[in-house]
């Protein structure tokens, strides 16, 4: 139970009915002892107290009075301030800072939500605690519904490694918005696409119940740690069918993402279409997000690069049909990309097209004369139409940042 903060002062519950959209607190806000509401002076926008409605939230916590109320359009122009962790400076990739976060506000604000949701589920898997499916379905509904309205944005975050902290929950909302991109393409009906999605949201939730030392360990794992690891899968299905109550083929999802198409995989060896349809989407979208995010021992991986990765498979562990569909719908220079054209220019990626997809529609970041282009300045170019220029390679982020530094 939260009894002080990290500073040692006491912390009071205040009822989520005394909330109100603007309010600021003198000290941090948290929902429980792990998980932070808003940090320290950020005022509270609609989204945090719809956030904690849908959790069934009815006391926070803080240490700190209520500061002088902004005003409700300070409160909810707020962005990522709020959602990363307290004490770490927010940090925007350079490729996204002209046009990402500030002309998509609304999508962020969506995207950090949905992270800030799931970590809050893993939290109160990680306690032990009691569950209910509705939290999950709220955030399944909420992707998916996202995912329509700005499906290119949503493939950005994705690529752009905007949220810091919060690293498996991330993780979790990324691989549910490749998951359901690939289930749209391929057309399964809804119901189905919204399974897919919380069989991807809880894939890895089984090693929340494994002990906290082992999953983050640094170094080699001995067998019998590999062995607990590995026992994930089982966890995480105790976790969707026993924990909160969904049907067996969401199950099967969590059970066997770890299988493989040649029947090397784990925990049963199940082969090709042995497998769950839901399992195969979800392996191919765990291991792109896997390949493009940054990690504590690597540098992520470009899209362009992660891509040729998984068409090296060989069939050896993903549906190759699956994957073809996958590789098509994320494009080759996946949306967020970014690349160099012949001409010297730097641009990201911006729109794809499936029938042409060496030939996207890029935005300028840096022309062909190295002047960094500001968001007033936005230039985009229909590789499609301008036959004259194209994309010589992909550029990584750190490359990027050097750029600008």
Same mark, same amino acid.
Request: charged share 25%; glycine share 6%; net charge neutral.
């Given at each position: ?220 794992? +001995?067998? /019998?740690?590999?062995?607990?690891? =590995? $026992?994930?899968?089982? &966890?995480?299905?105790? @976790?969707? #069918? ?102 010297? +220019?730097? /641009?990201?990626?911006?729109?794809? =097209? $499936?029938?042409?997809? &060496?030939?996207?529609? @890029?935005? #300028? ?41």
């Amino acid at each position: 139970m939260i009894g002080q903060n990290s500073t040692g002062s006491e912390l009071k519950s205040v009822a989520v009915s005394e909330l109100k959209v603007g309010q600021a607190f003198s000290e941090s806000v948290y929902i429980d002892e792990d998980n932070l509401l808003v940090p320290i002076k950020v005022s509270i926008i609609r989204k945090d107290l719809e956030m904690l409605e849908t959790l069934g939230i009815n006391t926070v916590y803080t240490s700190g009075e209520v500061l002088k109320t902004p005003s409700q359009e300070d409160a909810e122009n707020r962005q990522e301030e709020a959602f990363r962790p307290p004490g770490e400076s927010p940090r925007i990739d350079p490729s996204h800072s002209f046009t990402t976060i500030q002309e998509n506000k609304s999508a962020y604000r969506v995207y950090t939500t949905l992270i800030e949701r799931t970590n809050y589920l893993f939290a109160k898997i990680s306690e032990g605690a009691s569950l209910d499916n509705r939290s999950v379905n709220a955030i399944s509904t909420q992707l998916l519904q996202a995912l329509r309205n700005q499906r290119e944005q949503f493939i950005g975050f994705v690529l752009g490694g905007e949220v810091r902290g919060r690293a498996m929950a991330k993780s979790a909302v990324n691989c549910a918005i490749l998951s359901a991109l690939t289930a749209q393409e391929i057309r399964l009906p809804s119901h189905k696409i919204l399974f897919t999605i919380v069989g991807a949201l809880l894939h890895d939730a089984g090693m929340f119940r494994l002990p906290r030392k082992l999953v983050e360990k640094e170094g080699e794992l +001995t067998e /019998a740690e590999r062995k607990q690891i =590995r $026992s994930h899968p089982l &966890l995480s299905h105790g @976790v969707a #069918v026993q924990g909160l109550s969904y049907p067996e083929e969401i199950g099967e999802m969590v059970l066997q993402h770890h299988e493989r198409w040649d029947g090397n995989g784990y925990p049963q060896r199940l082969p090709g279409d042995a497998i769950s349809l839901g399992a195969r989407i979800i392996s191919i979208a765990d291991s792109f997000e896997a390949m493009v995010s940054p990690r504590p021992y690597r540098d992520s991986i470009v899209g362009y690069q992660a891509n040729k990765n998984l068409l090296a498979d060989n069939s050896r562990r993903f549906d190759p049909d699956l994957l073809k569909v996958f590789i098509l719908t994320m494009g080759v220079y996946p949306i967020g990309s970014i690349v160099c054209l012949n001409n010297g +220019t730097i /641009a990201r990626v911006s729109a794809v =097209r $499936s029938s042409t997809p &060496l030939r996207p529609k @890029v935005q #300028v970041l840096m022309d062909e004369q190295k002047r960094i282009r500001k968001n007033e300045e936005a230039t985009f170019i229909d590789l499609f139409t301008e036959k004259k220029l194209y994309i010589v390679r992909a550029v990584d982020r750190k490359e990027l940042s050097e750029m600008y530094a």
